[in-house]
């Protein structure tokens, strides 16, 4: 099971993190905020400060706490698996 272990970088829409397994992977949101335009809220990531935010959750992911707003007011994280970030990023480096 992947864990992000470590947020090493963030910069606008991109995310270098340490998985558990000593790898670093490099992952573009910006195609994710994109492609989740219909998320009302999701429009606040392109927010230099909001962005910035980004924290690893208990499960191993990363994060951004109560960017998504349902219709009845719920606010929701949005947030990125661990999988993902392996499977979608670019590896910067192997151990």
Known sequence: MF??????????YSIVCE?????LKKLDVLPLIENHSNFIGID????KSIFESVAIGEM???Y???????SNNEKWNYDISPEFIFHNGITIQNK
Do not use: C, D, S
């Open 3 to 12: 864990k992000v272990k470590k947020i090493i970088e963030v910069r606008p």
């Open 44 to 47: 606040q990531l392109k927010n």
């Open 64 to 70: 951004w706490e109560n960017i998504i707003t349902f």
């Open 19 to 23: 998985l558990n397994n000593g790898i």
């Open 60 to 62: 191993g992911e990363i």
